[in-house]
């Protein structure tokens, strides 16, 4: 299973971007998505979790009412809309799935088993 993270870019504080989410080897049908961040000297912390196949999502209370997480069943996409941005949301975003389906929701990126790249995104003040 590979993940590609893409949509990260530069954008002043109150603005927006969209980063996407795609797989292959496996479509994301079953399984919990998330979205984590890593900032220069931090550890990785959870930002949103989409449960597939409930479509109940998660987020951590840092970004609650300004980013949403969503799915494009089609496409087999994940996508984390963020709104309101402030420059501490800059980080590298990832995306990660967990290896099996129908489980719990977890904001631990220990129980995430494949990662995507990573995106940087870097908000201005």
């Known amino acids: 299973v590979q993940l590609q993270a893409s949509g990260g870019g530069l954008v002043q504080a109150g603005g927006s971007l969209r980063l996407s989410c795609a797989a292959s080897?496996?479509?994301?049908?079953?399984?919990?998505v998330g979205w984590f961040r890593q900032a220069p000297g931090k550890e990785r912390e959870f930002v949103a979790a989409?449960?597939?196949?409930?479509?109940?999502?998660y987020y951590a209370d840092s970004v609650k009412g300004r980013f949403t997480i969503s799915r494009d069943n089609a496409m087999n996409m994940v996508y984390l809309q963020m709104n309101s941005l402030k420059p501490e949301d800059t980080a590298v975003y990832y995306c990660?799935?967990?290896?099996?389906?129908?489980?719990?929701?977890?904001?631990?990126?220990?129980?995430?088993?494949?990662w995507g790249q990573g995106t940087l995104v870097t908000v201005s003040s």
């Open positions: 080897g496996r479509t994301f049908n079953y399984y919990l």
């Open positions: 990660a799935t967990r290896k099996r389906g129908y489980t719990r929701a977890t904001m631990d990126p220990n129980d995430y088993d494949y």
């Open positions: 989409l449960n597939w196949s409930a479509g109940s999502t």
